[in-house]
């Protein structure tokens, strides 16, 4: 795709905020029975708990993930942004991913990291039935919308919402047969990002998977319309080597629509 200019890229971000504002309405009236109040005890909400890259304007916006009212606004955002941006919708993203990992494996626990609103969770979910799931985030609002979306498929009994950092999740070695992020590491600062993928590597079982999607690839990264403070990091990281580096093996870098990709690659058996 060719660079954006000025220009267009105003009107792409207009074009998103009109979306985004058109489907909040709907998406207060679903979320509208949370009490926020009672959903909320257990979880740190207090500003110094949050790691610092979250207070950066992610995406132009400072402290997004640290209030409801945004929190609730990702799916929206999520759902206009995919698909003017790759030309693919979100669900189609999170399905496919979940399709690289083949349906006969055994996958008995998942932790998908960095979950937001746990699509990716919900999308292995969906085909493996028999998985359990431990969906984490550093955001206590965005687990409580992910507990939302489970419990109103009937998945809510086949998973626990904890709020873990990523690069410390103080999860045992070697606990889960698949783990999983997507559109994380380009929102961490670059010391992060060898940090989770150690840390992803000692949590996934001998045999287990590692399995990842990510977005500003090839020339799409030079359009990037909203404001992304570690971008030029993480464009020049390569991730194959990253992946490779932490210890995962099989590794399988996978373009996937317009400058969209995934990884996907196995903890060899001991």
């Not at 992610?58 to 209030?67: A, E, K, M, P, Q």
């Not at 995919?82 to 349906?103: G, T």
């Not at 493996?128 to 992910?146: G, N, R, W």
């Not at 500003?216 to 990091?233: C, M």
């Amino acid at each position: 795709m060719p660079r954006w200019n000025a220009e267009k890229k105003q009107a792409y971000r207009t074009e998103v905020i009109q979306r985004i504002t058109a489907a909040m309405p709907s998406i207060m009236q679903e979320y509208a029975s949370i009490n926020w109040t009672e959903e909320l005890k257990g979880y740190r909400t207090d500003h110094e708990y949050y790691p610092d890259y979250i207070h950066a304007p992610i995406h132009g916006i400072s402290d997004s993930y640290t209030n409801s009212q945004s929190c609730l606004s990702w799916d929206a955002a999520m759902d206009a942004i995919i698909p003017l941006s790759h030309n693919v919708s979100c669900q189609q993203l999170r399905e496919k991913m979940a399709e690289l990992i083949p349906q006969d494996i055994e996958i008995e626990t998942v932790l998908e990291l960095g979950a937001g609103t746990g699509g990716g969770a919900l999308a292995l979910a969906q085909r493996f039935p028999q998985a359990t799931f431990h969906i984490t985030d550093v955001s206590p609002y965005m687990l409580v919308i992910a507990q939302h979306k489970f419990n109103k498929l009937g998945f809510g009994h086949r998973a626990s919402f904890e709020q873990v950092d990523a690069r410390y999740t103080g999860y045992p070695d070697n606990s889960f047969t698949v783990v999983t992020s997507s559109l994380l590491f380009h929102e961490t600062p670059k010391e992060w990002t060898p940090k989770i993928l150690k840390e992803m590597y000692r949590i996934t079982k001998p045999g287990g998977w590692i399995l990842y999607a990510d977005t500003y690839r090839g020339e799409y990264a030079l359009s990037a319309s909203f404001q992304e403070p570690w971008l030029d990091d993480f464009i020049h990281f390569n991730f194959e080597y990253e992946f490779a580096k932490a210890g995962f093996t099989e590794l399988k870098y996978i373009p996937y629509a317009v400058g969209l990709w995934y990884m996907v690659g196995r903890k060899l058996e001991t």
